[in-house]
Nanobody, 133 residues
Framework: QVQLVESGGGAVQAGGSLRLSCAAS???????MAWFRQAPGKEREGVAV????????YYADSVKGRFTLSEDNAKNTVYLQMNSLKPEDTAMYYC???????????????????????????WGQGTQVTVSS
């Protein structure tokens, strides 16, 4: 059983930055760890994903160049650095994880491009990000 604990959300003005953290515990395998977000009245959408085995990442086009994923294997934690935030980034952000047998570029890209949140079995509680104009 994988447990995920998120932190780091908040309210910022457009152009500002936030860093979200997702700490994982209770597992002994490599993971796909992804961030999804959901704004009121909208579907949940993929933001970014990382394979913790080798650090391979994939980003949604809407955040590419502004958001960066990183991992601290010693702390079993993944970070989402969000820069140049826009009002349209406002949403509840969720960390999600799935057990991985190896790196799969296809899996990573399709999960984010097609919002395949149902592929992830473990979820954090969510953290709110609000960006004002």
């Amino acid at each position: 059983q994988v447990q995920l604990v998120e932190s780091g959300g908040g309210a910022v003005q457009a152009g500002g930055s936030l860093r979200l953290s997702c700490a994982a515990s209770g597992y002994a395998y490599r993971l796909y760890m992804a961030w999804f977000r959901q704004a009121p009245g909208k579907e949940r959408e993929g933001v970014a994903v990382i394979y913790t085995g080798d650090g391979t990442t994939y980003y949604a086009d809407s955040v590419k160049g502004r958001f960066t994923l990183s991992e601290d294997n010693a702390k079993n934690t993944v970070y989402l650095q969000m820069n140049s935030l826009k009002p349209e980034d406002t949403a509840m952000y969720y960390c999600a994880a799935d057990l991985a047998s190896g790196s799969s570029w296809s899996r990573l890209s399709l999960d984010i491009r097609y919002n395949r949140y149902n592929r992830y079995n473990y979820w954090g509680q969510g953290t709110q990000v609000t960006v004002s104009s």
